[in-house]
């Protein structure tokens, strides 16, 4: 099964000893990498906890960047943290919908 990580787990690891990011919801752990990247150590390290998919698109990586990077991948971005409050939400107004419903065809 696929590891699924936390946005909170993946900004921990904003260092140079560790540095993690996400690409397309996808979790990298490039600690080993660092040393190979043809783009050198710096921008990995200034993206390290943080979303990279931006950058990473920016550069125009190759294929070959793309398939070398299946290599680092540790799991996946957990979703559904932010949406949560909003499903709650509508659910509650469906709720409201359907009692106010109710109420009016029976209590009158
Ligand atoms: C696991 C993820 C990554 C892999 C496997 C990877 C791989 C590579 C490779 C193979 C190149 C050489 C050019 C090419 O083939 O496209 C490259 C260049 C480069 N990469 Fe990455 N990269 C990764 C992540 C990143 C990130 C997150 C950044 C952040 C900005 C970045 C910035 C750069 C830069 C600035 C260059 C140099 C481009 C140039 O010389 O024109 N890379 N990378």
């Known amino acids: 099964m696929t590891q699924v990580y936390t946005a909170e787990e993946v900004r921990k ?3 140079r000893t560790s540095p993690w990011f996400v690409i397309r919801n996808e ?3 490039v600690t080993k990498f660092l040393a190979e990247h ?3 150590l710096d921008p990995l390290v200034e993206a390290a906890g943080q979303d990279a998919t931006i950058a990473f698109d920016d550069v125009g990586h190759s294929d ?8 680092y991948k540790i799991g996946t971005l957990a979703k559904g943290q932010g ?9 509650a107004l469906g ?9 009016k065809r029976y209590a009158m």
């Open 95 to 103: 709720l409201a919908i359907i009692i106010g419903i109710a109420v």
């Open 38 to 40: 043809p783009g050198g």
């Open 64 to 71: 070959s960047a793309r398939v070398m990077m299946r290599k």
């Open 13 to 15: 690891h904003n260092t």
């Open 27 to 29: 979790v990298y752990d």
């Open 83 to 91: 949406c949560s409050k909003l499903k709650w939400a509508l659910l």
